[in-house]
Protein backbone atom coordinates (compact mmCIF):
# COMPACT_ATOMS: atom_id res chain seq x y z
CA UNK A 1 0.00 0.00 0.00
CA UNK A 2 1.51 3.08 -1.07
CA UNK A 3 1.23 6.61 0.75
CA UNK A 4 -1.79 7.68 -0.44
CA UNK A 5 -3.84 4.72 0.47
CA UNK A 6 -2.89 4.41 3.66
CA UNK A 7 -4.77 7.66 4.86
CA UNK A 8 -8.04 6.24 3.45
CA UNK A 9 -10.65 6.74 6.38
CA UNK A 10 -9.08 8.86 8.32
CA UNK A 11 -9.95 12.42 9.04
CA UNK A 12 -8.71 15.17 6.37
CA UNK A 13 -6.95 16.82 8.87
CA UNK A 14 -4.97 14.12 9.69
CA UNK A 15 -4.32 12.55 6.21
CA UNK A 16 -3.04 16.41 4.96
CA UNK A 17 -1.04 15.81 8.25
CA UNK A 18 0.43 13.04 6.91
CA UNK A 19 0.83 13.19 3.24
CA UNK A 20 2.37 17.10 4.31
CA UNK A 21 5.20 14.82 6.09
CA UNK A 22 5.65 12.46 3.11
CA UNK A 23 6.35 15.29 0.92
CA UNK A 24 3.33 15.35 -0.87
CA UNK A 25 0.61 18.23 -1.23
CA UNK A 26 -2.79 17.13 -2.81
CA UNK A 27 -5.85 18.69 -3.98
CA UNK A 28 -8.99 18.33 -2.23
CA UNK A 29 -12.36 17.74 -3.42
CA UNK A 30 -15.47 17.32 -1.32
CA UNK A 31 -18.34 15.65 -2.51
CA UNK A 32 -21.34 14.63 -1.07
CA UNK A 33 -24.18 12.64 -1.23
CA UNK A 34 -27.26 14.68 -3.85
CA UNK A 35 -30.04 14.54 -1.07
CA UNK A 36 -29.97 14.19 2.47
CA UNK A 37 -27.30 16.48 2.96
CA UNK A 38 -26.32 16.91 6.61
CA UNK A 39 -24.81 19.66 7.91
CA UNK A 40 -21.81 19.55 10.13
CA UNK A 41 -19.96 16.33 10.69
CA UNK A 42 -16.05 14.82 10.04
CA UNK A 43 -14.55 15.06 6.34
CA UNK A 44 -12.81 11.69 5.91
CA UNK A 45 -11.18 10.44 2.66
CA UNK A 46 -13.02 8.24 0.66
CA UNK A 47 -10.92 8.06 -2.37
CA UNK A 48 -7.21 8.42 -3.82
CA UNK A 49 -5.89 8.76 -6.73
CA UNK A 50 -2.18 10.11 -7.69
CA UNK A 51 -2.04 14.40 -6.44
CA UNK A 52 -5.98 14.04 -5.49
CA UNK A 53 -8.34 13.23 -2.26
CA UNK A 54 -11.43 12.88 -2.29
CA UNK A 55 -13.37 13.35 0.95
CA UNK A 56 -17.08 13.23 2.65
CA UNK A 57 -18.74 14.34 6.03
CA UNK A 58 -19.66 11.74 7.93
CA UNK A 59 -21.42 12.03 11.29
CA UNK A 60 -19.41 11.66 14.05
CA UNK A 61 -22.86 10.18 16.50
CA UNK A 62 -26.22 9.55 16.00
CA UNK A 63 -28.18 11.69 18.20
CA UNK A 64 -31.09 10.22 19.85
CA UNK A 65 -34.73 11.34 18.34
Known sequence: M???ERVLGMRLEDAVTMLRGMGMEPAIVTTAAPRNQREGG???VI???EGE???SAFQD???NE
Open 42 to 44: TLR
Open 61 to 63: AIE
Open 47 to 49: RVR
Open 53 to 55: IVV
Open 2 to 4: DGM
